[in-house]
């Protein structure tokens, strides 16, 4: 397996930060959590420069750091059925509120992303991990 260094770059690019995402489905939900940000942020901020804006970026940082220290690993379920809940409730709600809106907006503008999506909520969620098996 590779590892993959993702970032949410604000000049275009997919990547921003220095975080090292241990698989391809990880790579793969945070290139759509990203892509989902720059939607919302595009509609509701107008943010002026390429990219996102502070909050926006500060938001997905956050989720890259929880996807990168999931203690499910590359068995990770999507967090809306993960029965460990390691986001903060703050951020929980601000990514609440941008996937409701950007979810079936992705279809048009992201389908293939979409549909992983949508496949991925239909793996079984893994038992909680003892200590002994964490990373």
């Known amino acids: ?24 489905r990880a790579k793969r939900e945070v290139l759509t959590v990203h892509k989902m940000l720059a939607l919302y942020c595009h509609h509701f901020h107008q943010h002026k420069k390429q990219g996102l804006c502070p909050e926006c970026h500060e938001l997905l940082a956050f989720s890259e750091r929880r996807t990168q220290r999931c203690i499910f690993g590359e068995n990770k379920p999507v967090c809306e059925k993960c029965p460990t ?8 709600n601000r990514i609440r509120t941008v996937m ?20 991925d909520k239909f793996r079984p969620v893994p038992d909680k991990p003892t200590k002994a098996l964490r990373r």
């Open 100 to 119: 409701r809106w950007a979810g079936p907006r992705m279809l048009l503008h992201h389908p293939i992303l979409s549909i992983f999506h949508m496949l």
């Open 1 to 24: 397996m590779r590892a993959f260094f993702v970032s949410v770059a604000t000049n275009g690019g997919v990547v921003l930060g220095r975080y090292t995402v241990v698989s391809t």
């Open 85 to 92: 809940h390691c986001y903060k409730p703050s951020m929980r």
